[in-house]
């Protein structure tokens, strides 16, 4: 069983790209190196696209394949977001780009869960990380849990926890801000679920989609910058949301050497790597992301403010992300 610090078999069955122990020695000729490994192409595109020139002359490469772990400078420029909004201490090989979260969270849990393995799920949660669970041949288990705590402020989360473990859990999918209840989990709250994952020896899968849109100035926690806590942990985060580019279909994953070099051998055999174009275009915005999204955050929590004066029902205000979450009818 593929509990912390042990992968799904697959995982072993599977290796990298076949080209992946010549990387070295490719590194050590830089511009000297003639690819003949890929088929790619050396030429530029011969024919017109929507393309300002100055982006053909700064990335004279966005039509070839790149590193399948992502191109070197969004990972540069991720490893200083993450230092600096998120206190993860890493480096540039703690960082792989993906296809979106979407394909972060389903080749962690490729890489992670094996037939008959239980995650738990925080609910209320993204509904299509269920069917990636079953996918991987893994069993669902919700613990209600972010509603709970409107009403249950004070609630022991690690005794709360205790009664959904059983022998086969092996991880926790922890959400924070959370879609859809819009509820952002306080540094207590997540030390609890942290020391649970500790005592149950578990993988934490950290879905920080909505990172960067809280209210209140609640500040974002990465539960991964917790003590003991970033070897287990997955932190996946998208430039869906707070970077408004879900089209980009971009996002990637902070966490240890080994779970980087393992989800990129699921990452590989499902599409080799995101796009070249798509991450040349996102080293800028994050950047200069201290400059654009604090009028973001803004306009959305005006939005949030508009929604809660005028809706005549009684709900939890969000705390974060730009959802309000009430019950229609009673069950």
Request: hydrophobic share 40%.
């Amino acid at each position: 069983m593929p509990k912390f610090p042990n992968f799904a078999k697959r995982v072993d069955e599977i290796t990298g790209s076949v080209f992946e122990k010549y990387a070295p020695k490719m590194a050590e000729q830089a511009e000297n190196l003639v690819k003949l490994h890929i088929g790619d192409t050396y030429l530029p595109p011969k024919y017109t696209l929507p393309i300002d020139s100055s982006f053909y002359e700064k990335h004279e490469n966005f039509n070839q394949y790149c590193n399948t772990f992502g191109i070197a400078p969004l990972r540069e420029a991720l490893v200083e977001k993450l230092q600096t909004d998120n206190q993860l201490r890493l480096d540039k090989e703690n960082v792989l780009i993906t296809n979106g979260a979407t394909n972060a969270l389903s080749i962690s849990m490729m890489a992670l869960i094996e037939p008959d393995n239980e995650v738990l799920i925080l609910t209320p949660a993204w509904p299509f990380f269920f069917g990636m669970v079953k996918i991987a041949g893994g069993r669902i288990v919700e613990a209600p849990i972010y509603t709970k705590l409107h009403n249950e402020p004070e609630l022991d989360i690690a005794d709360y926890l205790e009664k959904f473990m059983t022998t086969r859990t092996v991880a926790i999918y922890l959400n924070t801000p959370n879609n859809p209840s819009g509820k952002m989990l306080n540094r207590e709250q997540l030390e609890q679920i942290a020391a649970v994952a500790e005592k149950h020896n578990l993988w934490v899968i950290s879905d920080e989609a909505y990172d960067g849109l809280t209210f209140d100035n609640r500040p974002h926690l990465s539960i991964a910058g917790f003590p003991n806590m970033f070897e287990r942990t997955l932190s996946i985060f998208t430039f869906s949301k707070s970077f408004m580019f879900a089209g980009l279909r971009l996002g990637f994953v902070a966490a240890s050497d080994q779970v980087v070099k393992n989800l990129n051998k699921m990452l590989v055999h499902q599409l080799y790597s995101p796009s070249t174009f798509a991450q040349q275009m996102m080293v800028e915005p994050v950047k200069t992301r201290k400059q654009w999204l604090p009028g973001v955050l803004n306009h959305y929590r005006e939005l949030r403010d508009l929604f809660v004066e005028k809706l005549k029902i009684d709900f939890p205000k969000p705390e974060a992300t730009y959802f309000i979450f009430f019950r229609l009818i009673n069950i």
